[in-house]
Structures are given as structure tokens and as C-alpha cells.
């Protein structure tokens, strides 16, 4: 079985083959947090990934307030507020960077600085969008008007939410990594997948990993 090492390793590749579900949506301010990545027993829960309906594995990955933990690594925590727009600004303190799973939220990546720090904006209006706007301009005028010049990209829910059909299909975990050895600069992707009508255990199926 893989293990958190083997994501640390080479999340990429770990994210083609492996769904990792965000266990917290809050996790405290924006900052440097501990964190761990934990299988779940098949029983529970399992993906699939190809039509073949080969089986892979679903991990959780959730974080600890305690401070230095056994088995927990650090990685930046950019926050997130039902209705709000929320940023941090990440650096080379930590090799990762996790916020919550997006359903329909908004991402905002800032340019990265020579010194390697970048702006990241987690913004979700989806009951509150502006008038005359959709919850996807919303959130984009609100990452803009946080970010200004220094936005360099929205991600929005078309960039991973809908299928071939334009529906609202699915949803995303994000992560951002410096690269091997924190070699950077940043990088950061979507894992988009779908959770399937099977009560139990839960079924998952991979959709594929988005670069933002």
C-alpha cells in the first residue's frame, strides 16, 4: 500500500492514482500547520480509476493544533470562511501548501517573489454571489480586489467542476508544492474526482489532476 512518504516523495504522481480527501474545512489562521496523510481501509472507502474499475486507495488527510507531532509534517494552511474570501501568503518555510476541498469555490495564485513568496486567495460565494453576477465572477472580483497586480491566476469551478456536458460534476483537492528537496518555485494542482451514489463502503472515481 502507498503511504504518506510516497506522496512527500512525488505528490503528482501519487495524486494520478490515489484520491486524497481534505478532512478539515478550518484549520485556524493562515500559516505554517502539522499535518497527516492516513489510508482508509478499503471497507470504508475505495477509488476507481480507470474503466477497467481498477481499485485504488482513499486517504484522508487532516491536521493537528498540538504542535510537533510523530508521523505529521508541516505544510502552509491558506483558510477558508462559508461566504468569505480568504488568503495566506506562503513562502519557503514549508515544501506544501493545502486549503480546503473546493465544491465550487475559487482559487486565486499570486505571482511568486524571487525570495519564493506567493499569494494564495480561497474565495466561496456560492449563497451569496453579487448582484447581476454568478457565484464564479463573484469570487473572481473578490480575489482581484484582494490581490490587485499581483494576481496571477483565478482558478474556477469551469477549470474543474464540469464534466463533458457542462455539468457540475465534480470537485477538487488542492495542493501546492515546491518541488523536489523544496527546490521551487511553486507549483499547484487540482486532484478532481467524484464521490459515487454507493453508501458502503464510499466509492470515489478519479477524474485527473489539473495543473493551476
Known amino acids: 500500500?502507498?503511504?504518506?512518504?510516497?506522496?512527500?516523495?512525488?505528490?503528482?504522481?501519487?495524486?494520478?492514482?490515489?484520491?486524497?480527501?481534505?478532512?478539515?474545512?478550518?484549520?485556524?489562521?493562515?500559516?505554517?500547520?502539522?499535518?497527516?496523510?492516513?489510508?482508509?481501509?478499503?471497507?470504508?472507502?475505495?477509488?476507481?480509476?480507470?474503466?477497467?474499475?481498477?481499485?485504488?486507495?482513499?486517504?484522508?488527510?487532516?491536521?493537528?493544533?498540538?504542535?510537533?507531532?510523530?508521523?505529521?509534517?508541516?505544510?502552509?494552511?491558506?483558510?477558508?470562511?462559508?461566504?468569505?474570501?480568504?488568503?495566506?501568503?506562503?513562502?519557503?518555510?514549508?515544501d506544501f501548501c493545502f486549503t480546503a476541498g473546493i465544491t465550487g469555490c475559487s482559487i486565486g495564485l499570486g505571482h511568486e517573489t524571487a525570495a519564493g513568496d506567493k499569494l494564495v486567495i480561497h474565495s466561496n460565494h456560492g449563497s451569496t454571489p453579487a448582484p447581476g453576477l454568478t457565484q464564479a465572477q463573484t469570487q473572481e472580483q473578490d480575489i482581484r480586489a484582494l490581490g490587485g497586480g499581483t494576481i496571477h491566476k483565478v482558478f474556477g469551478p469551469s477549470s474543474y467542476r464540469l464534466d463533458s456536458k457542462g455539468r457540475g460534476r465534480y470537485q477538487g483537492t488542492v495542493v501546492g508544492w515546491r518541488g523536489p528537496n523544496g527546490a521551487g518555485p511553486w507549483e499547484f494542482r487540482t486532484q478532481t474526482y467524484e464521490k459515487l451514489p454507493q453508501l458502503a463502503p464510499e466509492k470515489y472515481a478519479l477524474h485527473k489532476l489539473v495543473k493551476m
Open 1 to 94: 500500500m502507498p503511504t504518506q512518504a510516497d506522496f512527500l516523495n512525488d505528490p503528482w504522481t501519487f495524486l494520478k492514482h490515489h484520491i486524497v480527501l481534505m478532512g478539515m474545512e478550518r484549520y485556524g489562521d493562515a500559516g505554517v500547520k502539522w499535518f497527516k496523510l492516513t489510508p482508509l481501509a478499503r471497507s470504508k472507502a475505495y477509488a476507481v480509476s480507470t474503466i477497467f474499475q481498477v481499485k485504488s486507495d482513499v486517504f484522508m488527510l487532516q491536521g493537528h493544533l498540538g504542535g510537533p507531532t510523530t508521523g505529521y509534517f508541516q505544510a502552509y494552511w491558506c483558510p477558508y470562511e462559508r461566504e468569505e474570501t480568504r488568503f495566506a501568503v506562503i513562502g519557503t518555510a514549508a
